[in-house]
């Protein structure tokens, strides 16, 4: 049952540590960190919540993304097949695995579509699209283009055919590959948003405002976003790092890589955040902006900037490549699935989830716009009811039963096995991630779940 069935003849590898932290950190840094986490750290009023989100990062999403690794690499398959390796042909535990497939597929539908809109802001910010345009403006060009029923859909089926570009040609000679060129453009253009941010004047009201705690902006509902947002960001829950864990060689220390991982996580969140908060701050804008910040807010500022035009084109590539390496992670779930279980080659499980997916996303996309009468449900869009069921449902739910999975049933023993590689490594802190997994854990996401759901 508790088999090691990679093939090493089959099955392919990571070819290096450095290949799975920029792989998996690929996953990892994506409009989550740029769109959303400088967005929700301006609602929360800025130091005081990158605080809690520190704290929850390193006490529920390193357990969390640690577990995932444990039973993606014992499991060594999709995963499905991981869960069904490790607990048994019919073990309820394999709901685990199926709906990580749901939330995976579900999450890239609307994923792509915001994707999409960063493509269109490339190339809106080359024609200069933004110059000499109020505020106003540029949110009614925002929401012009992203209710209307063409060009958002066009943008999203683009994006998603280098996505399933990349998926199409594999683990190694991809996704692999893709992540290697891709992560280090990343982490340039970011850091010459940075210097950029923080050489004009007026910049220290946005670096107070991100390094300088003020507790009483802080509210329990800000604990929460802080702990929801730690899952989406380290892309728990939805069985990637569960598949990427599978291509992790047997004597890779799991936890030392998990734990590089949230590091490189967490350093470019708090980059986009210093790339972006200084120059809000510098041209008087308010920090709280919401959704908006980073399409309609930053334009804006951008066209006031010395400069600011090539930093307008190099934002918005940084957030479409960010997304690029996020959303294969993304399909490779169900690819995986698909190739391994069902035993349909790769090169069509990719192309037809892929045009499933999509096909979800361009209905997500419509429902924000002409069509948004006919596709709300709920009381809810499309869109958003795609966004609340996976990030606020079967995230949580996934990220669970990853925990419950190897505090419970792989136990002790088998966790540390697998954490000291058969005994061969010395790992500190196993009784800590084990009690973590075992109850701290849990406990703090069946309260954020409750708290989604409006039930406590
Ligand atoms: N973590 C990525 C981000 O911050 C998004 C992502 C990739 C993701 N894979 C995921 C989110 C799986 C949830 C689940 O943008």
Not at 232 to 254: A, N, Q, R
Not at 259 to 287: E, K, R, S, Y
Request: charged share 10%.
């Amino acid at each position: 049952m508790d088999s090691h069935n990679r093939d090493p003849q089959k099955r392919p590898l990571f070819s290096s540590r450095l290949s799975i932290i920029t792989v998996a950190a690929g996953s990892a840094i994506g409009l989550g960190n740029i769109w959303k986490f400088p967005y929700i750290t301006g609602k929360n009023g800025g130091a005081a919540f990158i605080i809690v989100y520190l704290c929850c990062i390193a006490l529920i999403g390193l357990p969390v993304l640690i577990s995932d690794f444990i039973i993606g690499r014992r499991g060594g398959g999709s995963v499905v097949s991981s869960f069904r390796a490790l607990a048994g042909e019919r073990s309820p535990w394999l709901f685990g695995g199926f709906i990580a497939l749901f939330g995976s597929a579900t999450v890239l539908s609307f994923y792509g579509v915001v994707a999409g809109w960063s493509l269109e802001y490339v190339v809106k910010a080359a024609s200069n699209a933004f110059s000499g345009k109020t505020p106003a403006e540029v949110g009614t060009m925002f929401n012009d283009f992203v209710t209307s029923p063409v060009a958002p859909i066009v943008c999203q089926l683009v994006f998603m055919s280098i996505t399933a570009g990349v998926v199409y040609a594999g683990v190694k000679k991809g996704i692999e590959a893709f992540s290697k060129v891709m992560m280090p453009v990343l982490v340039g253009i970011i850091v010459l948003l940075c210097f950029r941010s923080i050489t004009l004047p007026g910049a220290e009201g946005g670096l107070a405002f991100l390094f300088k705690p003020d507790f009483s902006k802080l509210s329990a509902a800000g604990v929460l976003d802080a702990l929801g947002h730690a899952f989406f960001t380290l892309s728990l829950g939805v069985g990637t790092m569960i598949t990427y864990g599978s291509y992790i060689d047997k004597d890779e220390h799991l936890a030392a890589t998990a734990v590089q991982i949230c590091i490189a996580d967490t350093v470019i969140a708090l980059l986009a955040g210093i790339a972006i908060f200084p120059a809000v701050f510098a041209f008087g804008v308010a920090p709280g902006q919401g959704p908006g910040l980073v399409f309609v807010t930053l334009p804006n500022i951008f066209a006031q900037m010395p400069g600011g035009y090539v930093f307008c084109i190099l934002f918005f590539l940084l957030l479409a490549v960010a997304a690029l390496t996020s959303s294969i992670s993304m399909l490779e779930v169900s690819v995986a699935y698909a190739s391994e279980d069902l035993g349909i080659s790769r090169q069509r499980a990719t192309l037809v989830l892929a045009t499933l997916i999509s096909l979800v996303g361009v209905v997500c996309s419509l429902s924000m716009g002409k069509y948004q009468e006919q596709l709300t449900f709920f009381g809810k869009n499309v869109f958003d009811l795609a966004d609340f069921a996976v990030s606020n449902v079967e995230m949580p739910i996934g990220g669970a039963i990853s925990v419950l999975f190897v505090g419970w049933m792989l136990k002790r023993r088998k966790a540390e096995d697998e954490l000291t590689c058969h005994g061969n490594i010395t790992v500190p802190f196993v009784g800590a991630f084990v009690f973590t997994a075992k109850y701290l854990a849990p406990v703090a996401i069946a309260i954020v779940f409750l708290h989604s759901l409006g039930l406590i």
